[in-house]
């Protein structure tokens, strides 16, 4: 009895065994690729800490920092800084909105906040706000207390509708994206629940985003290079899947 009972323990030692060598072989690369697999959850990033994350700022410092619960991102005067985080998971479709404070940015200057999805350059989908042109700001008929907002797609097809929005208010900011009946997406621009512009893609589920938040000093967005540092203040980002 003796004998069967320690046969018994070397056999479930053994299997134990191997079981711990076989999740031991799991790479680091193999990790990190099941992380970055496209993902159908609901979640919402606070912004206590930037687990799920990562830089993905162009150029100049990564210049953000965590401050009672709010990520804080800013560029300096007279550069052409890109100031940049991106989600380490890709996503799809979903609603995807962006807790956000719009400050007052100077007069003139060509500073942009982003908030939007990203699988290349013709496969982009955003918001940016700035203060924009002086011939766009006539043309919209914008007053001194408002900056402009830009909803664009990028590509495939290329999709743009400009409108105004009151600067030191916080907004939530939603670009939702559904299947129509050819498996393409639509992609919908909201602002505080109530739409704003929408558009079909020709392009479905393969296409997969990861989620940016950003502020940048772009010659688009304004009449001259920055003279004044400008800052953008998170709160939460979110994610509904479908």
Not at 46 to 57: G, M, Q, R, S
Not at 115 to 123: E, I, Q, S, T, V
Not at 137 to 153: G, H, P
Request: charged content about 20%; proline content about 2%; some cysteine.
């Amino acid at each position: 009895m003796k004998t069967l009972y320690l046969s018994l323990l070397l056999i479930l030692y053994s299997c134990s065994n191997k079981i711990s060598k076989k999740a031991s072989m799991i790479s680091p690369s193999v990790l990190n690729t099941i992380d970055n697999m496209p993902t159908t959850a609901s979640k919402t990033w606070n912004f206590d800490n930037l687990n799920k994350w990562e830089d993905a700022t162009q150029t100049g410092l990564a210049n953000y920092f965590i401050e009672n619960g709010l990520l804080n991102m800013f560029t300096n005067s007279n550069t052409w800084e890109r100031v940049k985080i991106k989600s380490v998971a890709s996503y799809t479709t979903g609603i995807y909105t962006w807790r956000i404070y719009i400050p007052a940015i100077a007069e003139g200057d060509c500073t942009g906040i982003g908030a939007f999805l990203y699988h290349n350059d013709k496969h982009e989908i955003d918001f940016e706000i700035g203060y924009g042109k002086q011939t766009e700001r006539t043309a919209l008929n914008a007053t001194d207390d408002e900056l402009l907002i830009y909803m664009t797609s990028q590509g495939n097809p290329h999709h743009s509708f400009q409108s105004k929005i009151k600067r030191e208010n916080w907004y939530n900011l939603t670009i939702e994206l559904a299947l129509n009946a050819k498996k393409k997406y639509v992609a919908t621009w909201k602002i505080d629940d109530n739409t704003m512009t929408s558009t079909r893609l020709n392009y479905g589920k393969n296409t997969k985003f990861k989620i940016f938040c950003s502020i940048e000093n772009l010659s688009f967005l304004g009449d001259h290079l920055p003279y004044s540092n400008n800052y953008v203040l998170l709160d939460w980002v979110s994610f509904s899947g479908n």
